[in-house]
Structures are given as C-alpha cells and as structure tokens.
C-alpha cells in the first residue's frame, strides 16, 4: 500500500514568513499532485509535477519533485493571509488511483 | 478548464432515509470518478472509483451496500446513500478524470443525518 506522509500537520505563522510543506514516501510515483481546500470546498489542484528533480513556480509558491519521485515540497514565500488553507499532495501510483497525504492545516496570521 | 458539478452542496436527512448525490463533469466525458469522503480537519479517504457502465470497485472497509454507485454515463455519476444513520455524517467529494484533464474534483457534499 502506497502512503504518503505529509508534514507539518498544522502551521502557524506570520504574514510575510516563508515555509515549507513535505510529503515523503518509500514509494514512487509517477505523478504528484499540490490542491489547496477550502472550508465546505473541493481541492483545487495547484500544480502536477511528473519529472525527478522538477522544478515549478507559481507564483510565490514553488513545489519540487524529488530525484527519485518519492518526495515532494511545496514552498511558500512571503505569506500572505490569503494562502491560509488546507494543502494537500497526493500522488498517482500505477493505478488511477490518488493517494492522499494527510494534509498541512496552513493558517497565516495578520 | 476542466468542470465537474456536485450536488447538492447540503443535504440534512433523517435517519433510516436514503439520499442520493450527483457529479458531473460539465465539458468533458469522464472515463473514470471517484467518490471520496473527508472528516473534519482529515484528508480525503478513497472510497471507490467507478467508470462508465461497469461496476464500482470499493475500497477495502466501504459497504457496496451501503453506498450506491452507478456511473450511467460518461458524464454522470451517483452516490447514494442508503438506510443513513449518524455516522454517515461527513463531507463528500468526488472527482472525475478524463485522459487529456487529469483530475478535477467537485465542490463537496455536506451529508448531515439527524
């Protein structure tokens, strides 16, 4: 069974901080996918990343793909209040199946 | 983009009633939905996944009984919920995928049963 550890599980922090979200894995995978939720709102998706090493920018988000797509981070620059929200990766396997991480609770104080 | 349409958004029922909830994928044919249910301050539990005009295939602990799939057509799928009780109070999502969209997720269904 593949899993998905996502760290941190809840983050406070100060606008204008910057920060980092894991998710680690023992397995591979062939895809890995960022969705921020909403309260009472499906995930959005952020970003698909599919190449070891890939790098991608959004913004003042940037998401990474490990070498050996088993890990992926999702870093913030600069907070602002308005990226407060539940982050969630997920990665595609060998199936269509997603495998969720358990998901970083971000709350970004004024 | 890519579209999907659940409904409805809310639905408080009694218990011992069935309720039935909607996903459409409103500008592509979906081959594949999934139907996920989410705990408060928890991430999305897989519930199963179905595709067009073939059986769903749960995941391990879900009641087939229980929750209803039928994926009718390339874009509508159901979930229903049947005999609801108290626990079965949750958020639920789905998802549809097409081969040239990925995955595209619905906006949630708040399941309240009294």
């Known amino acids: 069974t593949q899993l998905l550890e996502q760290s941190p599980q809840f983050l406070s922090i100060q606008e204008g901080e910057n920060l980092t979200v894991y998710c680690n894995s023992s397995s591979v995978f062939s895809s890995l996918q960022w969705y921020r939720q909403e309260p009472g709102e499906g995930p959005v998706l952020l970003v698909t990343?599919?190449?070891?090493?890939e790098v991608k920018k959004l913004k003042r988000l940037t998401f990474q793909f490990g070498d050996a797509r088993k890990d992926s981070s999702l870093h913030i620059t600069a907070a602002q209040t308005g990226d407060t929200g539940l982050y969630l990766c997920a990665g595609q396997g060998g199936s269509e199946k997603l495998v969720f991480g358990k998901g970083t609770k971000l709350t970004v104080n004024p | 983009g890519a579209v999907v349409s659940q409904h409805p958004s809310r639905v408080i029922c009694k218990s011992g009633t069935s309720v039935k909830i909607e996903c459409r994928s409103l500008?592509?044919?979906?081959?594949?939905m999934f139907w996920y249910r989410q705990f408060p301050k928890q991430s999305l539990m897989l519930m199963a996944t179905s595709n067009e005009g073939s059986k769903a295939t749960y995941e391990q602990g879900v009641e087939k009984d229980k929750f209803l799939i039928n994926h009718a057509s390339l874009t509508l799928s159901t979930l229903t919920v049947t005999s609801a009780h108290p626990e079965d109070s949750s958020f639920y999502i789905c998802?549809?995928?097409?081969?040239?969209?990925?995955?595209?997720f619905g906006s949630g269904t708040r399941l309240t049963v009294v």
């Open positions: 998802s549809a995928r097409a081969w040239n969209y990925g995955y595209t």
């Open positions: 990343v599919v190449t070891g090493g």
């Open positions: 500008d592509f044919q979906a081959t594949t």
